[in-house]
T-cell receptor, first 114, second 115 residues
């Protein structure tokens, strides 16, 4: 079945440093979503990428979807303590496979030292 | 802003007991989901539900699990005979439209502990 791998598993940065997490799928995706989960909280939707090579920005966050639609990245510029949490990518397989199921990566736990 | 709600927030049960986890999806949403997250691990898809029937389920969702939409608002997950390994956070989610990349709105979760 589809697998979604995410690296790194953990990342500790000093406030102000940049952060990047990478997501790779074993199969081509129809779209990929990114979620943030604060400690003790539930996943909260950040963004969805659909098109090959798509890049989207939300303030200090930049999301990319690879040309082959099998990988994605989330980059945070100048991290703040409010960025602390686990960032999950979640992919939906291309048509012909699952249409309902989101397959989540294991997440990257970001901690920020003030 | 409308939210998905879940009850109870915590549930402790003995192995072999039945539990029912309840969810109230956002009112105009049509697709409903259950996920689980074992402590410290990733979110895992269990089942999706549309038009009063299961549209997809994962290998985790075996005969011990069932879902139901008993009325116009509630969406429940039943585990018939709980096992120790069922201990996890269970999240309900909903989306407004049909498949194809809609944002999934997650509830706050129910933490289930099986002793």
């Amino acid at each position: 079945g589809q697998q979604v791998m995410q690296i790194p598993q953990y990342q500790h940065v000093q406030e102000g440093e940049d952060f990047t997490t990478y997501c790779n799928s074993s199969t081509t995706l129809s779209n990929i979503q990114w979620y943030k989960q604060r400690p003790g909280g539930h996943p909260v939707f950040l963004i969805q990428l659909v098109k090959s090579g798509e890049v989207k920005k939300q303030k200090r966050l930049t999301f990319q979807f690879g040309e082959a639609k099998k990988n994605s990245s989330l980059h945070i510029t100048a991290t703040q303590t409010t960025d602390v949490g686990t960032y999950f990518c979640a992919g939906r397989e291309n048509s012909g496979g699952s249409n309902y199921k989101l397959t989540f990566g294991k997440g990257t736990l970001l901690t920020v030292n003030p | 802003e409308p939210e998905v709600t879940q009850t109870p927030s915590h549930q402790v049960t003995q192995m072999g007991q039945e539990v029912i986890l309840r969810c109230v999806p956002i009112s105009n949403h049509l697709y409903f989901y259950w996920y689980r997250q074992i402590l410290g691990q990733k979110v895992e898809f269990l089942v999706s539900f549309y038009n009063n029937e299961i549209s997809e389920k994962s290998e985790i969702f075996d005969d011990q699990f069932s879902v139901e939409r008993p009325d116009g608002s509630n969406f429940t997950l039943k585990i018939r005979s709980t096992k120790l390994e069922d201990s996890a956070m269970y999240f309900c989610a909903s989306t407004p439209h049909r498949r194809g990349g809609e944002t999934q709105y997650f509830g706050p979760g129910t933490r289930l502990l099986v002793l």
